[in-house]
């Protein structure tokens, strides 16, 4: 597979995952949901869920199978954000390895192609979900507010990576937004 294509989110979420819907996820038939944590569930330094995210996975728990799968080798922080969201979690995917992913997508017994990844990086999360011939979703990550002000230099690089390489990222057409339903 051509890097553009292995770069390139099947779907590019305006906002936050908190504006994925029910709707959007059976809109992809999709039954599933692999998620990263850092950024795309809750800020980088943030050791607990918030009353929000709680609300969204009750919410999207009516319509697919959710699991946690983290870069990150913090147990106790991941391990805890997991629990107050009783979901299953891997630690320390080393994403875009595949091999946490894998065992994400056995626990939830599901065809790979009904299981959406869903993260906030193209290197990582969209990567390791477009080797496996999932549904990628890229949202935009959410940052504590003390970060805000500041650039996101890691994630502005790997955009304008993918761009040269071929993959669009930034064309409002493969956007989707809570109005277009």
């Known amino acids: 597979m051509p890097w553009n294509k292995l770069l390139q989110?099947?779907?590019?979420?305006?906002?936050?995952?908190?504006?994925?819907?029910?709707?959007?996820?059976?809109?992809?038939?999709?039954?599933?949901?692999?998620?990263?944590?850092?950024?795309?569930?809750?800020?980088?330094?943030?050791?607990?869920?918030?009353?929000?995210?709680?609300?969204?996975?009750?919410?999207?728990?009516?319509?697919?199978?959710?699991?946690?799968?983290?870069?990150?080798?913090?147990?106790?922080?991941?391990?805890?954000?997991?629990?107050?969201?009783?979901?299953?979690?891997?630690?320390?995917?080393?994403?875009?390895?595949?091999?946490?992913?894998?065992?994400?997508?056995?626990?939830?017994?599901?065809?790979?192609?009904q299981v959406a990844m869903v993260g906030d990086r193209l290197f990582t999360d969209v990567l390791a979900g477009n080797r496996l011939g999932m549904f990628t979703i890229l949202v935009e990550p959410i940052i504590h507010p003390d970060v805000a002000l500041r650039s996101h230099p890691v994630r502005n690089f790997e955009v304008w990576i993918s761009e040269i390489m071929g993959a669009s990222i930034s064309p409002k057409k493969r956007r989707f937004t809570n109005l277009d339903k």
């Open 9 to 113: 989110p099947d779907l590019i979420l305006e906002g936050s995952i908190l504006n994925l819907t029910p709707d959007i996820i059976q809109r992809y038939g999709l039954k599933g949901m692999v998620l990263d944590v850092d950024e795309t569930l809750v800020p980088i330094r943030a050791a607990s869920a918030s009353v929000e995210l709680q609300q969204w996975v009750k919410e999207i728990r009516q319509v697919a199978t959710l699991c946690l799968v983290s870069n990150n080798l913090s147990e106790p922080r991941i391990g805890g954000i997991a629990r107050s969201l009783n979901l299953p979690y891997y630690l320390g995917a080393a994403k875009p390895s595949r091999r946490k992913i894998k065992a994400a997508l056995q626990t939830m017994n599901l065809p790979v192609q």
